[in-house]
């Protein structure tokens, strides 16, 4: 059963089913946010992490990059002792790390947004091999999740799924036809 038949009515996948995932954002945090959540599911369900979102974002300082980026060895004794969240030493350090490399990525491209849709569009493999070679822990399901989690993958959502409609209404960068650069 796909996640359209599973997710509506239940009270923590409904609402992200319904109003967030496959939804695109430019946002820097929020696509920081969902990179770190998919990083935390790895081995997990879903629904635990929706279930210690919340957490997260208090914990990861509403997964601003650049304040993440600067956390130091106190605030990663923090993390790892805060049972309110998955504490796993390796996930914990990819999430520092790679709030230091979205940072980067900000500096160099103006905003994360901005430096996916540099690369977009990309067949799934390609973006897998993009994103190992610029951040940590990462993964073919991680980065797919991610992708179709912020609307620049396909297959968020079934076709006859109402939020599928909504989400082609908002014309998302896997919908849209990649431009022709004149005398190219």
């Known amino acids: 059963?796909?996640?359209c038949t599973t997710a509506p009515?239940?009270?923590?996948?409904?609402p992200y089913h319904d109003n967030e995932y496959g939804f695109p954002t430019r946002d820097d945090a929020v696509l920081f946010e969902r990179l770190a959540l998919e990083i935390n599911q790895a081995g997990l369900s879903w629904l635990t992490v929706l279930k210690k979102r919340a957490a997260f974002f208090e914990a990861f300082r509403g997964f601003d990059p650049k304040v993440v980026a600067g956390f130091d060895e106190a605030d990663r004794t923090r993390l790892l002792g805060d049972?309110?969240?998955?504490r796993n030493r390796l996930k914990v350090a990819a999430v520092i790390e790679n709030a230091r490399r979205v940072v980067a990525i900000q500096f160099e491209y103006g905003s994360f947004a901005a430096w996916i849709d540099e690369h977009h569009p990309l067949p799934k493999d390609?973006?897998?091999r993009l994103f190992?070679?610029?951040?940590?822990f990462m993964g073919g399901e991680i980065v797919g999740e991610f992708l179709m989690s912020t609307g620049y993958l396909p297959g968020a959502h079934d076709p006859d799924c109402p939020v599928h409609a909504c989400i082609a209404a908002l014309e998302p960068p896997w919908m849209r036809k990649p431009v022709a650069l004149a005398g190219c």
């Open 1 to 3: 059963m796909s996640y």
């Open 9 to 14: 009515g239940h009270p923590w996948h409904g």
């Open 83 to 86: 049972a309110r969240i998955i």
């Open 126 to 128: 390609e973006w897998v």
């Open 132 to 136: 190992r070679k610029t951040f940590k």
